[in-house]
């Protein structure tokens, strides 16, 4: 006589899609939407699944993008406390671990800024000129980028070049004050007092009495006094 029965039968254990039709009844489905469930139940499965893998991945990848921000934030930061003999180096390391980064990015715009403080100038306004090619205008990085290309062209006196990229730099909200003091010094280093004079005042009629221009505009009169006097 079998050991099963009726009256003693084995249960298997039950399955997250055994729980899920039991609690067909209680939710007042239509009998086709039952009956489907039940006859796809093996789909079904495999749906939930998935579903239940892409949500476990997506959250691990969030955790991991986040891990390494925090450490390419860090090896940025490190980077640029180096010691002078050291911090290129640094820096380019940072660059190869982690170049998908923002920080990395940064990385690049440092090591610009240091070709300009060796000299380097035309090698500086070219990486200047690829990392324009990378940024996008609504990052924080594109305007000091565009004020490092017009100040590595300005040294490598391309003046007009220079006043390209100064004009443009006059047009991003906190960067006007650098943008006209750039302009008239180039006009300045070519002998154009009066000319400077005109650019220096455009920038005090452009910024007004807004209050936040204060001290440039200290700085800008007596520009303008200077340029004045040296050429009565």
């Known amino acids: 006589?079998?050991?099963?029965?009726?009256?003693?039968?084995?249960?298997?254990?039950?399955?997250?899609m055994d729980k899920?039709?039991?609690?067909?009844?209680?939710?007042?489905?239509?009998?086709?939407?039952?009956?489907?469930?039940?006859?796809?139940?093996r789909?079904?499965?495999?749906?939930?699944?998935?579903?239940?893998v892409a949500v476990v991945t997506w959250s691990l990848y969030g955790s991991y993008i986040e891990r390494i921000k925090e450490e390419s934030a860090t090896a940025l930061s490190l980077a640029i406390k180096n010691d002078p003999v050291n911090q290129q180096a640094a820096l380019s390391a940072v660059i190869e671990e982690y170049g998908s980064t923002s920080s990395a990015m940064w990385a690049k715009v440092e090591l610009a800024h240091l070709d300009m403080k060796g000299g380097s100038f035309d090698k500086a306004a070219n990486q200047y000129d690829e990392l324009l090619k990378q940024v996008k205008i609504t990052s924080p990085l594109y305007p000091l980028v565009v004020f490092g290309k017009a100040q590595a062209l300005e040294a490598l006196k391309s003046y007009n070049d220079a006043t390209v990229q100064y004009d443009v730099l006059?047009?991003?909200?906190?960067?006007?004050?650098?943008?006209?003091?750039?302009?008239?010094?180039?006009?300045?280093?070519?002998?154009?007092?009066?000319?400077?004079?005109?650019?220096?005042n455009n920038f005090l009629l452009a910024v007004g009495d807004d209050p936040t221009f204060s001290q440039a505009k200290g700085e800008?009169?007596?520009?303008?006094?200077?340029?004045k006097a040296v050429s009565k």
């Open 170 to 200: 006059k047009e991003i909200k906190g960067y006007e004050h650098l943008a006209y003091v750039g302009k008239g010094r180039i006009q300045e280093a070519q002998g154009n007092p009066d000319k400077a004079i005109a650019i220096y």
């Open 1 to 16: 006589m079998s050991s099963e029965s009726a009256y003693n039968k084995r249960l298997a254990p039950e399955t997250a």
């Open 20 to 41: 899920v039709e039991g609690l067909l009844e209680h939710f007042n489905l239509p009998p086709k939407v039952i009956t489907f469930i039940r006859g796809n139940k």
């Open 220 to 227: 800008i009169d007596a520009k303008i006094a200077r340029l």
């Open 43 to 52: 789909i079904l499965q495999v749906i939930l699944l998935i579903i239940i």
